[in-house]
């Protein structure tokens, strides 16, 4: 995450890595690279070479050193949880770490915010969902390296620095 993006709010725009001609994703306009100021969430868009299965993310998020395990979110499916609709992710995963192994991290792939616009490429966000800022930093440590290599904007991702506490998920393509 880019530490000038701490503070990012109404100002993404301003710092956004590419311009709308040269951005190739699918994320509505506003929601590219900021989640709301002082969110414990983070998402990460992939390229639309590297749109994934659910069970290949499960793959990805096992294989992150210092992970301990990935179960499928005990709430169960979206829908009985009262949130029908067309979810990319049916149900989510619960990733635990070394660090943390009693307090599980929510992560899903999502299309949420995306547009639906066929003319812009398919592209899908890995994300985890608020968390306790305990496990803010160590589920960004994990998303970013299950999903490194596959970002929409690896040159971002380059130039992005490790978040600071209380100051997660406001920068995409990481």
């Known amino acids: 995450m880019q530490r000038n993006a701490n503070h990012l709010g109404d100002q993404a725009e301003a710092v956004a890595p590419v311009s709308d001609s040269d951005y190739q994703g699918s994320r509505k306009r506003k929601q590219r690279f900021p989640f ?15 749109v994934l299965s659910v069970d290949d993310f ?4 096992e294989g992150v050193r210092g992970e301990d395990r ?8 979206k829908a009985h949880q009262g949130n029908p609709g067309r979810h990319y992710q049916m149900q989510n995963f619960l990733v635990y770490s070394m660090l943390f192994q009693d307090k599980g991290m ?31 930093l160590e ?21 992005s620095t490790a978040p600071q506490p209380g100051s997660v998920g406001r920068v995409a393509g990481r």
Do not use: N
């Open 139 to 159: 589920a960004w440590r994990i998303l970013a390296e299950a999903c490194r290599g596959r970002e929409l904007l690896p040159v971002w991702a380059q130039r």
């Open 58 to 61: 499960k793959v990805l998020l």
């Open 36 to 50: 709301k100021e002082h969110s414990r969430a983070a998402f990460i868009e992939l390229g639309p070479e590297h």
């Open 70 to 77: 990935a179960v499928w979110h005990s709430k169960g499916f």
């Open 106 to 136: 929510e992560f899903e792939l999502t299309r949420d915010p995306h547009m639906k616009d066929p003319q812009r490429p398919y592209t899908i966000s890995a994300m985890f969902r608020e968390t306790i800022e305990d496990l803010s």
